[in-house]
C-alpha cells in the first residue's frame, strides 16, 4: 500500500510539496495537469515535467487523477472517437512516464455535486455537505453559481467556471440519454483503450458516482456493487478495475462497504478513504475517524487489507481547521491527520494478521 495526497501544483494550490513531505508515512502525489481541458492530448514533456518536480521533493507519481472523459465520448457522438484516441495518446504518454493507475469518472456533467462548501460542525470546523432537498429547488445553473460562489476562489474539480456557458447545451445533449446507453459508451471506451492499457502496463481505475444517485434527470451507472461487477464482467481485462471511494459509495447506506470489498478488492487500484455522516438524501463530510461518521474505516481497511490490496490510498476531502483557507476538501491539515489515521488503521490490520 502507498499513502498519497493529491495536488493541484505549485500554482493552484496552497498546499506544498514540502508540507505534504513531512506528513509522516505520506509516499506519493496523485496529479493532473489541470490547465488542460478534458478531450487534449497530455503532452509527454508536460507530464515529465510535472513528475520531475514531484520527484524532486522526495515522492512518488504512481496513480494519476483525473485524465477527464470528454462528455462527447460518454454521449457517444460523431466525436467520440477523435476524442478516444486523444485520450489513447494520453495514456501511452503515462506509460512512458512511469505512471501506473488512471482514476477518471463517467458521470454526466458534473464530476460531483455538493449544496454546501463550509457547512458548520459543532467543533467549529467546516465541511462539504448534500442536502436533496436544496437540489430539488435549484436549477443545475444555480448550482454552478452556488458552488463558484463558495469555493474561495479555486477552480473545483468539475466545476470550473469557464464551464458555466455549457452548461444548458450539455443538458439538452443528455435528453434521451438512458443508463443503457451511458452503459454502452462507457463499454465501447474501455474496450477501445484497453490494449494499449495492457501494453503501457496502465490500469484504469473508475470512480463511483457522487453521489450514488441521479442528479437533475442524469443517469447514474456506477453506484454500487451491482454496478461495479457489471463494470468488471464487461471488460474483464485486468486493466480495467475500480477506485473504491467511501465517502461517495457510503452516501447510500445500503451500501455495505466492507462486502463490497470482499467482491471486487482484487480489481481496485486506488482508494479514495474518508467519512461521511448519513441521513436519508443527505450527507457530510466528516473527520476520518470512524467515531465521527457512519462508516466504519478500521472494518474498511481491514477488507481492503484482506483483499489483498496493495494500491494507491489517498485522505478525502478534509474540514477546514486551524484556521485555514484553502480549495474546499482540499486544506492540508484535516487530509494530513486523516493519512495518519489511515496509516495506524493499516499498520493495526497488518501487524494483527501477522
Known amino acids: 500500500m502507498q499513502m498519497t ?146 469555493s474561495n476562489g479555486y477552480a473545483l474539480p468539475g466545476w470550473e467556471t469557464e464551464r458555466m456557458g455549457e452548461i444548458k447545451e450539455l443538458f439538452a445533449k443528455y435528453q434521451g440519454i438512458t443508463e443503457e446507453t451511458l452503459r454502452r459508451n462507457l463499454v465501447h471506451f474501455l474496450e477501445r ?58 452516501a447510500d447506506a445500503k451500501n455495505d462497504l466492507p462486502a463490497m470489498l470482499r467482491k471486487v478488492g482484487k480489481r481496485t487500484y486506488f482508494a479514495h478513504l474518508r467519512n461521511v455522516c448519513v441521513r436519508e438524501s443527505w450527507f457530510n463530510e466528516t473527520a476520518h475517524l470512524s467515531r465521527d461518521g457512519s462508516l466504519d474505516m478500521y472494518e474498511i481497511i481491514k477488507a481492503l487489507y484482506e483483499s489483498g490490496f496493495d494500491g494507491c490510498i489517498r485522505p478525502d476531502h478534509g474540514r477546514m481547521l486551524w484556521g485555514e483557507t484553502a480549495r474546499p476538501g482540499y486544506g492540508l491539515y484535516d487530509r494530513a491527520l486523516g493519512a495518519a489515521y489511515l496509516n495506524g488503521l493499516w499498520e493495526a490490520v497488518e501487524k494483527a494478521a501477522k
Open 193 to 250: 483503450i484497453t490494449p494499449v492499457c495492457e501494453e503501457c502496463g496502465i490500469k484504469m481505475a473508475i470512480h463511483p458516482d457522487d453521489p450514488p444517485w441521479p442528479i437533475f434527470g442524469l443517469p447514474r451507472i456506477m453506484s454500487n456493487l451491482d454496478d461495479q461487477l457489471w463494470l468488471l464482467d464487461a471488460v474483464p481485462s485486468e486493466a480495467n478495475g475500480l477506485t473504491f471511494c467511501t465517502g461517495s459509495l457510503g
Open 5 to 150: 495526497f493529491r495536488w493541484f501544483g505549485a500554482d493552484r494550490d496552497t498546499v506544498t510539496l514540502e508540507q505534504i513531505r513531512q506528513i509522516p508515512g505520506m509516499q506519493g502525489i496523485v496529479p493532473a495537469l489541470h490547465g488542460l481541458p478534458a478531450g487534449e492530448v497530455w503532452p509527454l514533456e508536460d507530464i515529465l515535467a510535472m513528475k520531475a518536480e514531484i520527484e524532486a521533493a522526495g515522492l512518488t507519481m504512481e496513480c494519476i487523477e483525473s485524465v477527464n472523459v470528454h462528455e462527447d465520448i460518454k454521449l457517444g457522438n460523431e466525436n467520440a472517437e477523435k476524442y478516444i484516441d486523444n485520450y489513447i495518446e494520453s495514456i501511452r504518454s503515462l506509460g512512458k512516464a512511469g505512471a501506473k493507475v488512471i482514476c477518471y469518472n463517467f458521470m454526466p456533467v458534473f464530476d460531483w455535486t455538493r449544496t454546501d462548501l463550509s457547512m458548520p460542525l459543532p467543533d467549529g470546523s467546516t465541511c462539504l455537505s448534500y442536502n436533496g432537498i436544496q437540489i430539488e429547488g435549484k436549477t443545475p445553473e444555480e448550482m454552478f453559481r452556488a458552488i463558484d460562489d463558495n
